[in-house]
């Protein structure tokens, strides 16, 4: 690999909801585009095109971020939660970007279920607060740290994901897969491919529809897909696209 060789990898898009979807994958990765590496990492298909697109003139490669199965997987010892089941489960930064209140607004018009939200940050006292009035003790909110993050999984029933449409990514989704929870995640390109047929898909700002489709993943019966559709995101799989991609370089 050359000294100067660049490889550039993408990040979280911050741009404005009423953006289309096709510009909202990242004004700082259509810079990274601009400035001419030698290979441009995508994390999706969807990502794949649209930098293609964005500069013809560089190469780019798909290459998704990954799980450790044996970290994360259905066999670990869940944690105790004491709130009643079937537990709803979302892990995630308690920001605006994740819009975890649709999740307690759509969670509150089902007459059975929990929700328990695993995180931390800025919107932290507003999701209690708005959590303990639409749910009561059907409502739970947990700071864990990263050590404990495998065992929460296998104490949910069900993994919901209500994240902005340009989310570049979304670690979370291979994690409860690859414990064995199916999905319920935001209807856009890149969601899809993450998770493929192991969840449904809904646009999370109609908590009528939400509430019915968490309803419906809930009440069906989702076997091994979801540990099937994991098995795609292995480090294992992945090391060896980068360790490829590191060759070629070296090579060039």
């Given at each position: 690999?050359?000294?100067?060789?660049?490889?550039?990898?993408?990040?979280?898009?911050?741009?404005?909801?009423?953006?289309?979807?096709?510009?909202?994958?990242?004004?700082?990765?259509?810079?990274?585009?601009?400035?001419?590496?030698?290979?441009?990492?995508?994390?999706?298909?969807?990502?794949?095109?649209?930098a293609r697109k964005a500069n013809p003139f560089v190469s780019v490669?798909?290459?998704?971020?990954?799980?450790?199965?044996?970290?994360?997987?259905?066999?670990?010892?869940?944690?105790?939660?004491?709130?009643?089941?079937?537990?709803?489960?979302?892990?995630?930064?308690?920001?605006?970007?994740?819009?975890?209140?649709?999740?307690i607004r759509a969670v509150a018009k089902l007459k059975r279920g929990?929700?328990?939200?695993?995180?931390?940050?800025?919107?932290?006292?507003?999701?209690?607060?708005?959590?303990?009035?639409?749910?009561?003790?059907?409502?739970?909110?947990?700071?864990?740290?990263?050590?404990?993050?495998?065992?929460?999984?296998?104490?949910?029933?069900?993994?919901?994901?209500?994240?902005?449409?340009?989310?570049?990514?979304?670690?979370?989704?291979?994690?409860?897969?690859?414990?064995?929870?199916?999905?319920?995640?935001?209807?856009?390109?890149?969601?899809?491919?993450?998770?493929?047929?192991?969840?449904?898909?809904?646009?999370?700002?109609?908590?009528?529809?939400?509430?019915?489709?968490?309803?419906?993943?809930?009440?069906?019966?989702?076997?091994?897909?979801?540990?099937?559709?994991?098995?795609?995101?292995?480090?294992?799989?992945?090391?060896?696209?980068?360790?490829?991609?590191?060759?070629?370089?070296?090579?060039?």
């Amino acid at each position: 690999m050359s000294e100067n060789c660049l490889l550039i990898f993408p990040g979280l898009a911050t741009m404005s909801k009423s953006t289309p979807i096709y510009f909202q994958v990242g004004i700082d990765d259509r810079w990274n585009l601009w400035c001419f590496p030698d290979t441009f990492v995508a994390l999706t298909d969807f990502q794949l095109y649209w930098a293609r697109k964005a500069n013809p003139f560089v190469s780019v490669v798909k290459i998704p971020n990954g799980i450790d199965p044996a970290v994360f997987n259905s066999q670990v010892t869940p944690l105790k939660i004491n709130i009643s089941r079937p537990i709803i489960l979302i892990v995630a930064a308690f920001t605006p970007a994740k819009r975890l209140d649709l999740a307690i607004r759509a969670v509150a018009k089902l007459k059975r279920g929990s929700l328990l939200l695993v995180g931390d940050g800025d919107q932290k006292d507003y999701l209690i607060q708005l959590g303990n009035q639409l749910l009561g003790r059907r409502f739970a909110a947990l700071k864990l740290p990263y050590s404990q993050v495998p065992q929460i999984y296998p104490a949910a029933d069900l993994f919901t994901f209500p994240t902005v449409p340009y989310e570049s990514f979304g670690i979370v989704l291979l994690e409860a897969m690859a414990s064995g929870l199916p999905v319920v995640a935001t209807a856009d390109p890149i969601r899809a491919e993450i998770v493929g047929d192991s969840g449904l898909f809904v646009d999370p700002t109609d908590t009528e529809t939400y509430a019915a489709t968490l309803k419906h993943a809930l009440n069906t019966s989702w076997g091994k897909k979801p540990l099937i559709q994991a098995q795609k995101f292995t480090w294992g799989k992945i090391a060896s696209d980068y360790d490829r991609l590191f060759r070629k370089l070296c090579s060039q």
